[in-house]
């Protein structure tokens, strides 16, 4: 299994960019003339993207950068700290749009309806435009997912704001914009925990999910003069690369050249059945150390 790094449209980013700020000025006015916590919710939902989109493609850029005497590992971390922080500031917005929503329940407050219906809709079209420039990229890249969240949940949300607004000019319900505002909330903090949880594990370095570690050790086990792989360590440095240290030891005192070529073929196999793209064994024979299958 090969892993590729799909590369990002910085142009599709940077007009998803500019569309989000067309949409989150007009849902701001719109919110204060009309006095909809749903729409402010959506606008602030908006800017959020807004901000979302420009750290994406700031650290994309960040991560393209080489690798230097400085830092070994290169930039492409940037991306997942970019996610992190991004899937975190969704989580903020949303017990604030929370905390606002149970005040306007309390004291539901009259709302111009077709500021917010018309403003709801153009949401939904602005939206669903950046949604379609980022789609292709959405799913190698968990830097652009976290803005592809983003919109996703602006779409939802709009639709939501026009509902909402149809009940308003129809029914005068106008406790419906803050309750509509909590179920925004509520669907803000439920699609960033994943992400969060995601990379997290990246940057803890926890090994991937996808990886069994026990089964690396038995079809390490299975090739020809190989005893075992101990003290292993597996992790990732960012989404699409898996990186795996480990000691192996080898059943005979062989050459160097030969134990090169064995490492050489352990690493094949790794690659092609676990999809690590870094390997890094440290060869041995007789060696009285310990045989804990994870490193310590």
Same mark, same amino acid.
């Given at each position: ?9 910085? /142009? ?6 500019? %569309? ?6 007009? @849902? %701001? ?35 393209? /950068? ?9 930039? /492409? ?26 005040? /306007? ?37 968990? *830097? ?27 029914? @005068? ?14 669907? %803000? ?38 005893? *075992? ?31 090169? @070529? ?8 790794? *690659? ?9 064994? @440290? ?9 804990? %299958?994870?490193?310590?």
């Amino acid at each position: 299994m090969n892993v590729h790094h799909h590369p990002v449209s910085r /142009r599709n980013l940077a007009l998803a960019v500019v %569309l989000n700020i067309v949409i989150t000025a007009a @849902q %701001l006015v719109g919110g204060v003339i009309s006095g909809s916590l749903a729409l402010l919710s959506d606008a602030l939902h908006n800017f959020s993207d807004v901000m979302s989109l420009l750290i994406s493609w700031f650290a994309n850029r960040i991560a393209t /950068r080489e690798a230097d005497a400085k830092s070994t590992f290169g930039y /492409r971390r940037a991306e997942i700290l970019a996610a992190l922080f991004n899937a975190s500031a969704l989580v903020g917005i949303g017990i604030y749009i929370v905390y606002e929503a149970i005040g /306007r329940m309390m004291h539901p407050e009259s709302i111009d309806s077709l500021w917010v219906i018309w403003l709801g809709v153009l949401g939904v079209l602005v939206n669903g435009g950046s949604i379609w420039l980022l789609h292709a990229d959405a799913r190698g890249n968990v *830097n652009i997912k976290a803005a592809y969240l983003h919109l996703l949940g602006d779409v939802l949300t709009s639709v939501a704001v026009v509902v909402g607004g149809v009940l308003i000019h129809f029914w @005068q319900i106008f406790w419906i914009d803050p309750l509509i505002s909590i179920g925004i909330a509520i669907y %803000l903090v439920y699609a960033s925990a994943g992400l969060i949880r995601e990379t997290v594990g990246v940057l803890m370095q926890f090994a991937p999910e996808t990886v069994d570690i026990g089964r690396i050790a038995e079809e390490v086990r299975r090739v020809h003069g190989i005893e *075992n792989i101990h003290h292993i360590h597996l992790w990732r440095l960012g989404e699409h690369e898996i990186f795996l240290e480990a000691h192996v030891d080898f059943s005979s005192n062989i050459r160097l050249k030969e134990a090169t @070529q064995k490492i050489a073929e352990i690493e094949k196999l790794l *690659n092609e059945r676990f999809g690590i793209t870094h390997v890094t064994l @440290q060869p041995e024979y007789r060696r009285d150390d310990s045989k804990s %299958l994870i490193g310590g």
